[in-house]
């Protein structure tokens, strides 16, 4: 049987991507529907969360099902036991996992060994979720994602990715400006990059940005913080896009780093709206990995 993993991005092609977002505008109207009923999903943690936790635990609530969510500190990946066999047990009593890891090859090796879908929850290379529902916002705020304008200011990290794979797939615009040498991947996505703030934004839709340090690379922050001066999302820099232009983060956000407090306060700032997205997002993705049809 094939699994329906979703690890990148990637793993869908446009058709299951456009249905996965209608599918979420419909469960954001009706969102008490028990079709996971009977259903469980497993929740493992290798770094701290807010949002994909809560979001995850609280959708698969809505659709009926069970959860449960581990902390590394409990399981040990790899320390106190290795991927493969975690991978093999929870499959066992789960009809699918979600994994946020270090490591994009133990949620690749996770999936490998599993006999249930596998979701990433994060990884140093991808965040696909976080992609999904961002999509989500920009068709509900724009109408459309085709032709979409998106300049990504900061690091080529992984919410840089899934939003470059995600862009590809649906269509929209995507200019990344960054600092020499924290671009992106660019294999197999379309999208620009540039290091001119000032420029890569103009005319742009959507503003978007993430932190410069993300979780993992503690020890690079104060080079970091060196790096990309000049890169702050600022009241000056929005602008110069278009008029209407969102401005979108993934959150947590370092306010007065990547962006300004301002920015984040405006009216123009859809943050909190991609919070939320992310639990329906999330809840059309657990139907479609188990197979269940709204
Ligand atoms: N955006 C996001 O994934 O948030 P958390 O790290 O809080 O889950
Ligand atoms: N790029 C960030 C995203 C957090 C949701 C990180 O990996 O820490």
Not at 51 to 57: A, G, H, I, L, Q
Not at 110 to 138: E, K, M, R, W
Request: with cysteine.
């Amino acid at each position: 049987m094939i699994l329906r993993h979703f690890l990148h991005i990637y793993d869908f092609n446009s058709e299951t991507l456009r249905h996965l977002l209608a599918q979420a505008l419909e469960l954001k109207k009706t969102p008490i529907q028990p079709l996971l009923a009977g259903k469980s999903l497993g929740l493992i943690f290798e770094k701290p969360s807010t949002r994909t936790r809560v979001s995850f635990e609280i959708g698969m609530g809505q659709l009926g099902g069970n959860v449960i969510s581990l902390q590394n500190s409990e399981i040990g990946l790899n320390s106190r036991e290795p991927v493969k066999d975690i991978s093999r047990v929870l499959s066992r009593y789960v009809d699918a996992v979600m994994i946020r890891a270090y490591h994009h090859s133990d949620i690749l090796e996770f999936a490998a060994y599993a006999t249930v879908p596998v979701i990433n929850g994060l990884s140093d290379l991808h965040h696909p979720c976080q992609g999904l529902a961002d999509a989500l916002t920009i068709l509900e705020r724009k109408g459309t994602l085709q032709g979409i304008k998106l300049c990504y200011l900061g690091d080529g990290n992984n919410v840089c990715r899934s939003l470059l794979e995600i862009g590809t797939r649906l269509g929209m615009n995507i200019v990344v400006c960054c600092p020499q040498g924290y671009e992106p991947d660019m294999t197999g996505v379309s999208g620009t990059i540039s290091h001119a703030p000032a420029h890569a934004v103009k005319d742009a839709d959507v503003i978007y940005t993430d932190v410069w340090t993300s979780m993992g690379q503690e020890d690079e922050f104060a080079k970091r913080m060196r790096d990309f001066e000049g890169f702050m999302v600022n009241e000056a820099l929005v602008a110069k896009a278009k008029p209407d232009a969102i401005v979108m983060h993934c959150l947590p956000a370092h306010r007065d780093q990547e962006i300004t407090d301002g920015v984040m306060e405006s009216p123009q700032s859809v943050v909190f709206d991609q919070a939320e997205n992310r639990m329906h997002a999330q809840k059309s993705l657990l139907l479609h990995v188990m197979g269940v049809s709204l």
